[in-house]
């Protein structure tokens, strides 16, 4: 498909929403962004006018299956609340469309594990593509270049530090997907698994959480710690090291330009959203095939059977989550 059509669900910057640059880029790669919906006349007005800021003209309904009823779709970008992607999943695959949807893919009613196992398997049976919004595996060429050779030897260590907005053990589903993804592209392998799962506090509304587990993925083992700090405010700290190495993530509020930084070195860092955007315009201009990467691009994300990455990146979700409430500390 020369440009393919993509409707966005969720298309305000309400909050920390990303409907807003995600239809930026969806253009800026050569896609087209016909239609979004919104949950009122007042809110769909409000996302006209950010997604006119990016130069999108749009139509907006308040009702996804009429969106897709009546604007020949060939994707969704689901940008929404978890709790609602569930539903949004099914339509795409009812009516025969692409997704890119935010983490985690699904989220509450206690199988979210089966729940994205099956929608993931279904899109992949159908030949339809499916991604989620780990943006993280992108930074890997930065953190080549402010790291040189550190990638070019197996990861026996990660460590990562995010700054999500909530607190307790809400910070795990919108945090912990990130250091999967990472730890899914460093050690790639079959039947990943966590062992030794230890949390460093039982307060289910703690502002702070160290996550230690061993990432097992075949024949490769990752000691991995993912420290999650609440920060309301911009920038927020983020960075992960790989074998002691670590990438602090600078931001430019300006412009939000974003680096890495370690001591006096600092690196330009193209960003991941673009990136990540820009891989699935390419996948759905080849015919959804994920073995099908961006002229030029040199990394292996797509590389990755994306509906089994999808898939394993819930169940280890899952298990860390029920391990939280559950108490086990």
Not at 3 to 11: E, K, L, Q, S
């Amino acid at each position: 498909m020369s440009a393919p059509r993509v409707g966005i669900i969720g298309a305000r910057r309400q909050r920390l929403g990303l409907g807003p640059y995600v239809a930026r880029y969806l253009c800026t790669w050569g896609a087209e962004v016909p239609a979004f919906v919104g949950t009122s006349a007042p809110t769909i007005a409000l996302a006209r006018e950010e997604l006119g800021r990016a130069g999108i003209e749009a139509r907006g309904y308040l009702d996804a299956t009429e969106m897709i009823a009546r604007e020949r779709l060939d994707a969704l970008a689901i940008l929404s609340p978890p709790e609602t992607h569930a539903d949004f999943l099914d339509l795409a695959l009812a009516g025969g469309l692409h997704a890119l949807c935010e983490k985690p893919l699904v989220w509450g009613g206690g199988l979210n594990a089966a729940e994205a196992g099956r929608r993931a398997e279904a899109f992949e049976a159908r030949g339809l593509l499916l991604r989620e919004n780990c943006q993280w595996p992108y930074t890997l060429g930065a953190y080549a270049q402010l790291h040189p050779g550190v990638l070019d030897s197996p990861a026996q260590r990660f460590e990562m530090r995010l700054s999500p907005t909530v607190a307790g053990k809400a910070m795990i589903p919108d945090a912990v997907p990130h250091a999967f993804s990472l730890l899914q592209a460093l050690a790639d392998g079959p039947e990943p698994r966590i062992e030794g799962l230890r949390f460093s506090t039982d307060r289910l509304d703690a502002p702070s959480i160290a996550i230690d587990f061993r990432f097992v993925a075949g024949d490769r083992a990752v000691d991995a710690t993912i420290e999650l700090v609440q920060e309301k405010a911009q920038p927020r700290e983020a960075g992960y090291a790989v074998n002691g190495h670590w990438a602090r993530r600078l931001i430019r509020l300006e412009d939000y330009a974003m680096f890495f930084a370690s001591g006096a070195r600092v690196v330009d860092v193209p960003d991941p959203l673009a990136l990540l955007v820009g891989d699935f315009v390419s996948a759905l201009r080849a015919g959804a095939d994920p073995e099908v990467l961006p002229e030029g691009r040199a990394d292996k994300i797509l590389k990755v059977a994306e509906a089994h990455a999808i898939a394993d990146r819930a169940r280890m979700l899952d298990e860390i989550a029920v391990a939280f409430e559950g108490g086990s500390r």
